[in-house]
């Protein structure tokens, strides 16, 4: 099996890199979030990354940080989804938390779902030009070898168009196209990125029906108009347990779609490299999410992923 799977982490505590290493991936994405590693300024705190990183190091697991969210400090406390007021405070955060882990992160994330105003206030052309090319000049020039994955847009939400269309300007400061996306079924999620938002029986009228309804083009589609030939990762993908997603929201039916999920990878190679989301249950509106829950005991849907990446 060569296809590369993985699962989102958080920032790992000392239960979940068991739960982690017990998995058995060898990837996962982690949360670097400068609010919470720099709440004052020049005042770190490296404690618990340095832990995570140093667990994955020892297991080698292959890490893909997401840098985001800015600290009150550095935006006169508008919240984390504004930018920095100076942009020289974003890329001395960059620089520093690169140039820390050079030797073993090959793999940045600039900012997590931009196009959702909860994580992201502003135009896609703020991204651009306050988080994206900043971040890039600095990347490049602490660690020339590494590799920026952007931007994780949240493909649930119509504006994602727009934002793929702008940033197929910008691909020279990326160089693997991210993208997150849920749906009832593993299937549909699939058919979603390569056929596009529509019923099959309907696939044969695309031509016409994405002048009206444009964001429910696949994004392979819009790869190849806007040349944006890039690895293509899905870096957030999962099922909720929680009663309130459903009457399918059930550890069952999380199993079966990752089981679903996994069989079709086993098959297409669309995308090259895929995140679970996520190893953890939350706390909060996105809880039950996660294939162990919050007390660390592993859900069905574990054993599936674990069984596949044995074989």
Partial sequence: MTY????????????????LVDLGTKYVRLDFNWEEIEPEKGKWNFSEIDRAVSHCLQHKIKIFATLAYTPAWANGGKGRAYPADDVEDWKRFVSIMVGRFRPYILHWGIWNEPNILDFFTGTVYDYVNELLIPAYSEIVEVSPHAMIVAPDLALSQSNWVRWFDVLSNYSAFFDILSFHYYSGTAQKVMDRIRYGGWPKQLRRFDKILK???????????YQSIYKLFKPFWLTEVGWSTAHDYGEGATEEYQAKQYQQMLSILSDDYT??????????????ADSYFGITNQIDSPKKAFFVLKEWLED
Avoid: A, I
């Fill in 271 to 284: 995308l090259q490299r895929v995140y679970f989301y996520d190893l953890k249950d939350d706390v909060g």
């Fill in 4 to 19: 590369q799977v993985g699962v989102c982490g958080h920032l790992l505590n000392s239960n979940q890199e068991g739960s």
């Fill in 211 to 221: 002048y009206f309804f444009p964001s429910r083009q696949s994004v392979m589609n």
